[in-house]
């Protein structure tokens, strides 16, 4: 029980030092405190707020690797912060050996500051971890996606819907590339579970997997082009370019457009409206009523 108030404790003491702005919230209305509401806390870590609660009260006395996690993300907690976190809760913190969904301080800071270009994050598993307004905006609000559903891999060879469409040699980059990365993954996060674990689920679903991965197969990410089909804002081209974060094996995604092209326009379209749809039959976070596009994302 002592563990379980001190967790409590730090878990409001980092809740509270953080501006509701600096994690793209909006600071109006009463406030007792300048920081995070429990419920806004919640938000940002897919969590109830009952569960926010009843941890900071000390009543949940066992939270999971993965509620850890998530937490420290939306408290954007610091490397040392988040061990202390896991050792507050009596789990071991993720290995070398394991995957890490930790963000430094740097890539949130280059979310907030360029959020004139639609950004993502993901893990070297292409697990998707944070993104930007635009972004959602670009593909919908993936808040409440969990699990295989924010795999990029798992989607693309599932088949779950997609905006984004490929010719068929993008696709077959794209593929390379992403089939190569999880090959490279497997060899620096042995002691991965869920990461076997995907491997293992996609030779059961895809025989397309299977070929790439039996073949050897290795790619690259290089610059490309992307076709994102909004259902508001049609089809838009972007340049797009995968970054990785040095020291933490992150993968940032960016979708570019030429100053004064269409797409920047539309792009533009997309910041004033956000999420929102302008059409009674347009349903966020679906693919577009229009021609559908490939499976890529």
């Known amino acids: 029980m002592s563990e379980s108030r001190e967790l409590g404790r730090a878990l409001h003491g980092w809740r509270d030092r953080i501006a509701p ?36 009260q000390g009543r949940a006395t066992s939270p999971s690797a993965q509620v850890l996690s998530a937490l420290a993300r939306a408290l954007r907690l610091s490397a040392a912060e988040r061990e202390y976190l896991f050792l507050l809760a009596d789990q071991p913190a993720p290995g070398p050996g394991q995957l890490s969904a930790h963000v430094p301080p740097g890539v949130r800071r280059l979310l907030d500051q360029l959020d004139g270009s639609p950004l993502s994050v993901h893990d070297a598993a292409w697990n998707l971890i944070l993104w930007n307004p635009l972004w959602a905006a670009l593909f919908g609000d993936l808040s409440a996606l ?38 490279a993954a497997t060899a620096r996060y042995p002691a991965d579970a869920g ?14 997997f299977v070929r790439l991965w ?11 082009t992307k076709t994102v089909h909004h ?26 457009a030429a100053p004064g092209s269409d797409a920047a326009d539309r792009l533009r379209l997309l910041d004033v409206i956000g999420t ?9 976070g679906q693919g577009p009523s229009r021609p559908s596009p490939s499976r890529s994302s």
């Open 231 to 256: 259902p508001d804002a049609g089809a838009i081209t972007f340049d797009c370019d995968v970054l990785t974060a040095p020291g933490s094996d992150l993968r940032i995604v960016a979708y570019t």
């Open 195 to 208: 990461l076997r674990s995907l491997i293992k689920d996609l030779r059961g679903v895809s025989t397309d």
């Open 276 to 284: 929102q749809t302008m059409t009674e039959d347009s349903t966020p």
């Open 21 to 56: 702005a600096t994690v793209g919230l909006p600071a109006g209305g009463v406030r007792r405190a300048a920081g995070l509401r429990r419920e806004e806390l919640a938000q940002l870590a897919g969590l109830s707020v009952d569960y926010i609660t009843r941890l900071e």
């Open 214 to 224: 039996d073949t050897g197969i290795v790619g690259v990410h290089e610059s490309d």
């Open 146 to 183: 969990r699990g295989r559903e924010r795999n990029i891999v798992w989607r693309h060879f599932s088949g779950l819907p997609s905006r984004v469409s490929h010719t068929p040699e993008q696709e077959a980059r794209f593929e390379a590339a992403m089939v190569g990365d999880l090959r």
